[in-house]
């Protein structure tokens, strides 16, 4: 079945380091691919998503690539705020219309001044 | 609404007394879905329901859990019997029918503490 493998935290960075959050996935087909934050206290939410192969997504400064040859949609960001921290989660969804959401266990990430 | 909507968001309850919690997905999302996420950790996928369609309960985990759906509105989550491991948010999410690559909308939840 679909699965969605990301790297385990915590990761701590110090502010304007440089992110990356590893996520690679097991699917059949086209799957799409999402990234949702929870920030503290709040609900999940899209951060970006890509729904084909070379497709990029991109917000609030953080970009991942959709790459179906290494199966990976690693999360990136040139330089983080304290306001990034937040856990990170991957998910896809299967192809052909059937919506269901799997997410890989979360990533917290924690930025220090 | 302008968003999902689940209720209460929080609810205490003793062992083995039954909880039901409800949500409001988007207007016009045909998709609604249940998760599961205990304290500090993932998100655990419980049910879905697309449409018409029979609805997906494999994620459900035990008996115990039940939810049913009004035609493509309102969702209640039922936990029978609840137990302490029962303790975790809920959520719900909507999307709208089709396309897998449509943003799926997460409501804030509901906090479920047994005791």
């Known amino acids: 079945g679909n699965s969605v493998t990301q790297m385990e935290g915590p990761v701590t960075l110090s502010e304007e380091a440089f992110l990356t959050i590893n996520c690679t996935y097991t699917?059949?087909?086209?799957?799409?691919l999402f990234w949702y934050v929870q920030y503290p206290g709040e609900g999940l939410q899209l951060l970006l998503k890509a729904t084909k192969a070379d497709d990029k997504g991109s917000n609030k400064g953080f970009e991942a690539t959709y790459r179906k040859e290494t199966t990976s949609f690693h999360l990136e960001k040139g330089s983080v705020q304290v306001s990034d921290s937040a856990v990170y989660f991957c998910a896809l969804t299967g192809s052909g219309g059937y919506n269901k959401l799997i997410f890989g266990a979360g990533t917290r990430l924690a930025v220090h001044p | 609404g302008a968003g999902v909507s689940q209720s209460p968001s929080n609810k205490v309850t003793e062992k083995g007394k039954d909880v039901e919690l409800r949500c409001d997905p988007i207007?016009?999302?045909?998709?609604l879905y249940w998760y599961r996420q205990r304290l500090g950790q993932g998100l655990e996928f419980l049910i879905y329901f697309q449409g018409n369609s029979a609805p997906d309960k494999s994620g459900l985990p035990s008996d115990r859990f039940s939810a049913e759906r009004t035609g493509e509105s309102v969702s209640t989550l039922t936990i029978q019997r609840t137990q302490q491991e029962d303790s975790a948010v809920y959520l719900c999410?909507?999307?709208?029918?089709?396309?897998?690559?449509?943003?799926?909308?997460f409501g804030e939840g509901s906090w479920l503490t047994v005791v």
């Open positions: 699917a059949t087909g086209y799957p799409s």
């Open positions: 207007s016009g999302h045909t998709a």
């Open positions: 999410a909507s999307t709208s029918q089709g396309s897998s690559g449509n943003t799926i909308y």
